[in-house]
T-cell receptor, first 117, second 115 residues
Framework: GAVVSQHPSWVICKSGTSVKIECRSL??????MFWYRQFPKQSLMLMAT?????????EQGVEKDKFLINHASLTLSTLTVTSAHPEDSSFYIC?????????????FGDGTRLSIL | AQSVSQHNHHVILSEAASLELGCNYS??????LFWYVQYPGQHLQLLLK??????LVKGIKGFEAEFIKSKFSFNLRKPSVQWSDTAEYFC?????????????FGQGTILTVHP
């Protein structure tokens, strides 16, 4: 079945560091990928929609300069948390839509747990 | 504003008991509805989805859900749960058209099944 690989699965870093998270669709092309964030004991919240070859669209309240998204190819989107601070600590999950499969649900990665000290 | 609400945060059952997890949504216009499951340490997996047609949707692993438009509900059911169904369950919705991939999730329901 369709697989989405997310890397790294866990990262711990110091405050002020920038962290890059990769999301890859392994066996299909994904024009559109999504980035979600999940705080402890809360639901997943959509942060942004990543579009191959164009700018990402961000949900209300999400800082685009803080969370940089690049979708340079049909199989890779990256989320960079710039100058991360403890309040950015969360579980980040990506998903990808199979471009060639019509109105099919998206496939999710395993998530990245980000801890900022 | 679009929203999805799940009624129960934590449900505890014994094996063979019947399951019903509540989900209500608030969306204008066309809505697509989903149930996802997340087993410990794993990624979200799709259980079932509703786009249109028969409001009773059958999914994987014996799960089903019923779309009741008048109640804005999409409850998940399983007649007899197993220990392996222990997981967190998320109801989600999206609008139709070009926004169908943008999901709004409910808060999640943790299901614990005792052997």
């Amino acid at each position: 079945g369709a697989v989405v690989s997310q890397h790294p699965s866990w990262v711990i870093c110091k405050s002020g560091t920038s962290v890059k998270i990769e999301c890859r669709s392994l066996d299909f092309q994904a024009t559109t990928m999504f980035w979600y964030r999940q705080f402890p004991k809360q639901s997943l919240m959509l942060m942004a929609t990543s579009n191959e070859g164009s700018k990402a669209t961000y949900e209300q309240g999400v800082e685009k300069d803080k969370f940089l998204i690049n979708h340079a190819s049909l199989t890779l989107s990256t989320l960079t948390v710039t100058s991360a601070h403890p309040e950015d600590s969360s579980f980040y999950i990506c998903s990808a839509l199979n471009t060639g499969s019509g109105n099919q649900p998206q496939h999710f990665g395993d998530g990245t747990r980000l801890s900022i000290l | 504003a679009q929203s999805v609400s799940q009624h129960n945060h934590h449900v505890i059952l014994s094996e063979a008991a019947s399951l019903e997890l509540g989900c209500n949504y608030s969306y204008g216009g066309t809505v697509n509805l989903f149930w996802y499951v997340q087993y410990p340490g794993q990624h979200l997996q799709l259980l079932l989805k509703y786009f249109s047609g028969d409001p009773l949707v059958k999914g994987i692993k014996g799960f089903e859900a019923e779309f009741i438009k008048s109640k804005f509900s999409f409850n998940l059911r399983k007649p007899s749960v197993q220990w392996s169904d222990t997981a967190e369950y998320f109801c989600a919705a999206s609008a139709g058209g070009t926004s169908y991939g943008k999901l709004t999730f409910g808060q999640g329901t943790i299901l614990t099944v005792h052997p």
